[in-house]
């Protein structure tokens, strides 16, 4: 069964740090650029960050700075490091890869 699933959502308090996983089943990841985006409810789904089958990251600028994407092809496995959180940061977490394959998204909340 083809699948991707995010992980290491949770509630972290402003200014914390947070790393979502995105994990592949059911096939390989590295064929893939994959991206990540967040949604807000009520507001449209925002794209956050991708990379390249070959590693290579892009950030829009709205994203740079705080925020690192990276990816494991052995694990099957893209990252998100999510630094220096702010609340406005609270959102469901997605993964994409390619123009294909949706995971069912992590919650992330910034609050103290």
């Known amino acids: 069964q083809v699948q991707l699933v995010e992980s290491g959502g949770g509630l972290v308090q402003p200014g914390g740090s947070l790393r979502l996983s995105c994990a592949a089943s059911?096939?390989?990841?590295?064929?893939?650029?994959i991206g990540w985006f967040r949604q807000v409810p009520g507001k449209k789904r925002e794209g956050i960050s991708c990379?390249?089958?070959?590693?290579?990251?892009y950030y829009p600028d709205s994203m740079k700075g705080r925020f690192t994407i990276s990816r494991d092809n052995a694990k099957n496995t893209v990252y998100l490091q999510l630094n220096s959180l702010k609340p406005e940061d609270t959102a469901v977490y997605y993964c994409?890869?390619?123009?294909?394959?949706w995971g069912q998204g992590t919650q992330v909340t910034v609050s103290s």
């Open positions: 059911g096939f390989s990841l590295r064929y893939y650029a």
């Open positions: 994409k890869a390619g123009t294909q394959y």
């Open positions: 990379i390249s089958r070959d590693g290579e990251p």
